[in-house]
């Protein structure tokens, strides 16, 4: 039996540890349970409204009376401030799964009522990021949630 010596020895443990990691990242690639998209589409045109963005966070977190994101058996409510007049209310919510992109939707805000029900019918379990974009009177708000669904 021939004795190998160190520096073979430490080429073979390269090689081995490079063929490992090889090894998981096709299996990654190739398997479509792992979702490797983008969270945002258009990334560069979504960082240049950033600006815009604050200052509808801003005008969201301005509010005397905040709209409350809750989540209920029946799915999510979103209530909006009494004061506010329901059927002026305008905007979308959006919904974003963070591990599968596939599963994300928006709602359109058409009130009568100043509660909005999203049915659990359309929510899988699990974590969940609420985008809601609303104005009230030309002003526009931008009130941003994380929430899990069990």
Known sequence: MKKINWGTGLAIAIALFISFILYFVIKVQSNSKYDNELVVEEYYKHDARFQEEMDRVQNAQDLEHKPVITKTAEGITIVFPQNFKANQIKGIVSLYRPSNKKLDFDTPISLS??????????????????????????????????????
């Open 113 to 150: 009522n100043p509660t909005l029900l999203i049915p659990k019918s359309k929510l899988v379990g699990g974590q969940w990021d609420i985008n809601m974009e609303w104005q009230y009177e030309g002003k526009k708000y931008l009130t941003k949630e994380p929430i899990y669904i069990q």
